[in-house]
């Protein structure tokens, strides 16, 4: 039986090969698309959720209640941890890790900057990563050796034996090579090469014991069988009876949710990376329904061909339920093919797919996992597909049928009018969307920085320059490509430090507002290209006193309250510095966020960069050459890192611009899938209509008229679709853009556009074959009448 469904199958997708092909094509790139889609999916619910105890494993996070508005963060003094393990017998392990800039490390004449974490002894047994050579227990005891990444210890001793060996770190350390692990999988968002032990930062001294500089990350691994709820309700004190500040509360968060829901509004998780997955996981499920819809509308549209079968097979014998499974057979066979399809379009385009999303992902056709659901999947498409068509021709009656022609059934609402409103009420939201995203990612892009990006580069200060930091400016200031020279706390794309604590006169007592720090020696105004809106810059080498001098910005004025800032005096830790400058707001970190309060303090604190501002109209080859021997002449064995600020800003945009690019994608591909399907409806509408099309022509109708006569009826259907998108997407895209602090107002031209687009899309899908049927000649088709 079940070989004379497939023979019979075949004859059916094998006879009208332009609508097979439709059928085939639209499920095929609808079928890759999910494809793509899920295993993008399948990597970021995997992220950092694949350790041993992984259910098990938690961050720290904390909430601050600062005047009714809590702010939760992950952040932790260096007491922290081990006191949290030796305080709670339900805590295993826990572990410390810091986030710093890259550090220089050096074997002999080779050097290179590696991301560099200092983590606790128990790091290694919260998070099971593979151990290649060497004993972690034995590196992580000793606080003069070091864990390398396998990738770096090639990179370092090339074909010589790394474990043993000694690497220097920042030009100062030398540390013994003691393990060496297999590189981080993609999937962590951890992304160091090389690990310290912690006791290394404490023997030179480097660690600060105050409860109230939060300077790193913490991590726990709980006993099992430990409840979470219960031991969080013990837990939420924490810091207030180690520190005395009682706005602080404590929790831990599951590690399998850090990289996924790591928003949190009033101290709860509200989403985050999980929101993008739900949309594009969603997106997938509707390119699918549009290819099925493709199937299930060009399948009933030639019901009447399919009818005297469907009556000869019920009078031979053949009951409902043979006749659904018949149907069902052939609904996944074209599935199948479709997959094929499928499959040849992903392995085509998988390359390009991990570039767009910036991941190197496994390849899905080398998991058995992937075969298996395949198979399931596309069972599962095919009966999807098929089931309505399946259901409505196996319900047509023999006498009616074979009598004479089947005579459509009249609806209210034609179903397949119906699908094909849903389908460009799709295109036309995912159009929409895709536009207003893009015009957020521009707007966005063309904020005013309050600096001048252009032109100016940073780069990491080694103990070699440290030394030599007034020679090395002044050198560089004789540059004739050298426009400014500033030393600074940490680059002007990121915030390093910031502090509820300052103080200054008239504060409020309970007004404790999150103020960001920076720091410079001189020259910042110029160098940056801010603009100085009263007093001056700090410029310590003309007035010396200047190492406890602040400049800052606009936001900040108001938030303290200055009428006259310039003389006030701020106070942070048992600094006072004394203002002797505003400066117009400028943004650091994020574009998409307000603006916040910055103080510029003299170089009373470390200054670990140098920006340098080039003059305008250079060549940049003999420039980096230049700089790049000047550096090496201060830095000897140092490579020449630097960045710049612009190409360091654009990176910020990275995510958005992906979801930009994967919108965009994804509404092709919707437009091409609904496209196919419309004109595969136009086609068999021309051929049914083709007499009344011969007849309108012999009274007189012109081409025009006719192929607006097809057209017309799509186009409104369209319109119908556009009409009924525009509050959907309204919306999900007002409350997308509620996430960003900086946001544009919907324009409703956007949707006019959309309108246009999509009319014009359907107009020209469907006039080639109204043109088309409207050229034949009118003799051709009645001769026979």
């Given at each position: 039986m079940w070989k004379n469904y497939l023979k019979i199958a075949w004859r059916n997708i094998a006879r009208p090969k332009g609508y097979t092909l439709i059928n085939i094509g639209g499920l095929g790139i609808g079928m890759a698309a999910s494809i793509l889609i899920l295993i993008w999916v399948q990597f970021e619910l995997s992220v950092d959720n694949f350790y041993q105890n992984s259910d098990r494993i938690y961050a720290v996070m904390r909430n601050d209640n600062n005047q009714g508005e809590i702010f939760t963060w992950d952040?932790?003094?260096?007491?922290?941890?081990?006191?949290?393990?030796?305080?709670?017998?339900?805590?295993?392990?826990?572990?410390?890790?810091?986030?710093?800039?890259?550090?220089?490390?050096?074997?002999?004449?080779?050097?290179?900057?590696?991301?560099?974490?200092?983590?606790?002894?128990?790091?290694?047994?919260?998070?099971?990563?593979?151990?290649?050579?060497?004993?972690?227990?034995?590196?992580?005891?000793?606080?003069?050796?070091?864990?390398?990444?396998?990738?770096?210890?090639?990179?370092?001793?090339?074909?010589?034996?790394?474990?043993?060996?000694?690497?220097?770190?920042?030009?100062?350390?030398?540390?013994?090579?003691k393990a060496i692990i297999q590189d981080l999988p993609q999937n962590t968002d951890f992304d160091y090469t090389?690990?310290?032990?912690?006791?290394?930062?404490?023997?030179?001294?480097?660690?600060?014991?105050?409860?109230?500089?939060?300077?790193?990350?913490?991590?726990?691994?709980?006993?099992?069988?430990?409840?979470?709820?219960?031991?969080?309700?013990?837990?939420?004190?924490?810091?207030?009876?180690?520190?005395?500040?009682?706005?602080?509360?404590?929790?831990?968060?599951?590690?399998?949710?850090?990289?996924?829901?790591?928003?949190?509004?009033?101290?709860?998780?509200?989403?985050?990376?999980?929101?993008?997955?739900?949309?594009f996981g969603i997106v997938a499920i509707i390119v699918l329904l549009i290819a099925c819809i493709n199937f299930v509308n060009l399948s009933t549209a030639q019901s009447e061909r399919r009818a005297k079968e469907v009556g000869v097979r019920k009078i031979s014998g053949a009951g409902r339920g043979m006749l659904i499974r018949q149907f069902l057979v052939e609904s996944i066979m074209i599935a199948f093919f479709a997959f094929i399809l499928a499959t040849l379009i992903?392995?085509?385009?998988?390359?390009?797919?991990?570039?767009?999303?910036?991941?190197?992902?496994?390849?899905?056709?080398?998991?058995?996992?992937?075969?298996?659901?395949?198979?399931?999947?596309?069972?599962?498409t095919g009966v999807l597909a098929g089931s309505y068509p399946a259901f409505l021709l196996s319900s047509f009656r023999p006498a009616i049928v074979l009598k004479s022609k089947l005579q459509s059934r009249h609806y209210w609402v034609n179903p397949r009018e119906v699908l094909v409103v849903f389908q460009f009420a799709i295109v036309g939201i995912l159009i929409s969307s895709a536009w207003i995203i893009q015009d957020q990612m521009v707007y966005v892009q063309n904020r005013d920085l309050g600096l001048n990006k252009e032109n100016l580069l940073f780069h990491p200060l080694t103990e070699s320059i440290r030394k030599n930091k007034v020679a090395f400016r002044n050198e560089l200031l004789q540059m004739n490509e050298v426009e400014s020279v500033s030393y600074t706390f940490s680059p002007l794309t990121e915030i390093y430090s910031d502090t509820d604590a300052m103080e200054w006169q008239g504060k409020p007592e309970e007004f404790r507002p999150n103020i960001s720090r920076m720091g410079s020696d001189a020259n910042l105004v110029k160098t940056a290209g801010m603009e100085l809106m009263a007093g001056r810059d700090i410029d310590v080498y003309s007035y010396p006193s200047d190492s406890l001098a602040a400049v800052i910005n606009e936001t900040a004025a108001k938030i303290m309250g200055f009428e006259d800032p310039i003389g006030q005096v701020i106070k942070d830790d048992s600094?006072?510095?004394?203002?002797?400058?505003?400066?117009?707001?400028?943004?650091?970190?994020?574009?998409?966020?307000?603006?916040?309060?910055?103080?510029?303090?003299?170089?009373?604190?470390?200054?670990?960069?140098?920006?340098?501002?080039?003059?305008?109209?250079?060549?940049?080859?003999?420039?980096?050459?230049?700089?790049?021997?000047?550096?090496?002449?201060?830095?000897?064995?140092?490579?020449?890192?630097?960045?710049?600020?612009?190409?360091?800003?654009?990176?910020?945009?990275?995510?958005?611009?992906?979801?930009?690019?994967?919108?965009?994608?994804?509404?092709?591909?919707?437009?091409?899938?609904?496209?196919?399907?419309?004109?595969?409806?136009?086609?068999?509408?021309?051929?049914?209509?083709?007499?009344?099309?011969?007849?309108?022509?012999?009274?007189?109708?012109?081409?025009?008229?006719?192929?607006?006569l097809i057209s017309s009826e799509f186009t409104k259907l369209v319109l119908i679709a556009v009409v009924i998108g525009i509050p959907v997407t309204w919306f999900f895209m007002d409350t997308w853009l509620e996430s960003f602090a900086y946001r544009i107002s919907i324009d409703w031209k956007v949707f006019l556009w959309t309108t246009l687009a999509a009319l014009i899309i359907a107009f020209l899908t469907v006039s080639s074959q109204a043109i088309k049927a409207a050229l034949i000649n009118p003799a051709k088709t009645l001769k026979s009448e």
């Open positions: 952040y932790t003094p260096a007491p922290y941890a081990p006191t949290m393990k030796e305080q709670f017998p339900e805590v295993a392990a826990t572990s410390r890790l810091t986030e710093w800039d890259p550090m220089l490390i050096s074997v002999g004449a080779t050097s290179m900057y590696q991301k560099t974490t200092f983590v606790d002894p128990d790091f290694f047994e919260i998070f099971s990563f593979k151990v290649l050579q060497g004993d972690i227990s034995d590196a992580m005891s000793d606080p003069n050796a070091i864990i390398l990444t396998e990738t770096l210890a090639k990179n370092l001793f090339i074909d010589e034996e790394a474990i043993g060996k000694t690497v220097t770190l920042e030009k100062q350390l030398d540390l013994e090579v090389a690990f310290l032990p912690f006791q290394k930062l404490e023997q030179l001294g480097w660690v600060d014991e105050n409860w109230n500089n939060n300077s790193y990350l913490t991590f726990a691994m709980l006993n099992e069988g430990t409840d979470l709820e219960f031991f969080n309700e013990k837990f939420k004190g924490f810091t207030s009876e180690n520190s005395g500040s009682e706005r602080i509360s404590d929790f831990l968060f599951p590690m399998r949710d850090r990289h996924l829901r790591s928003k949190f509004e009033n101290g709860v998780s509200v989403g985050g990376r999980i929101d993008l997955i739900k949309m992903v392995s085509l385009s998988f390359p390009w797919f991990q570039e767009l999303i910036g991941k190197e992902l496994e390849s899905p056709f080398t998991q058995t996992f992937f075969w298996v659901t395949s198979g399931i999947y596309v069972v599962i600094y006072e510095f004394t203002v002797v400058g505003v400066v117009k707001d400028f943004i650091m970190e994020s574009p998409f966020d307000r603006i916040k309060p910055i103080v510029i303090m003299g170089p009373k604190r470390n200054l670990n960069f140098i920006h340098v501002r080039l003059k305008d109209n250079l060549e940049y080859a003999g420039v980096m050459s230049n700089l790049q021997a000047l550096f090496s002449k201060f830095n000897p064995g140092s490579p020449f890192e630097y960045q710049f600020v612009d190409e360091a800003h654009e990176r910020k945009f990275v995510s958005q611009q992906r979801t930009a690019k994967l919108t965009g994608v994804f509404t092709g591909l919707a437009i091409i899938i609904s496209c196919m399907g419309l004109f595969g409806l136009a086609t068999f509408m021309a051929e049914q209509r083709s007499k009344e099309i011969s007849v309108r022509k012999v009274l007189g109708a012109s081409v025009a008229g006719i192929v607006r």
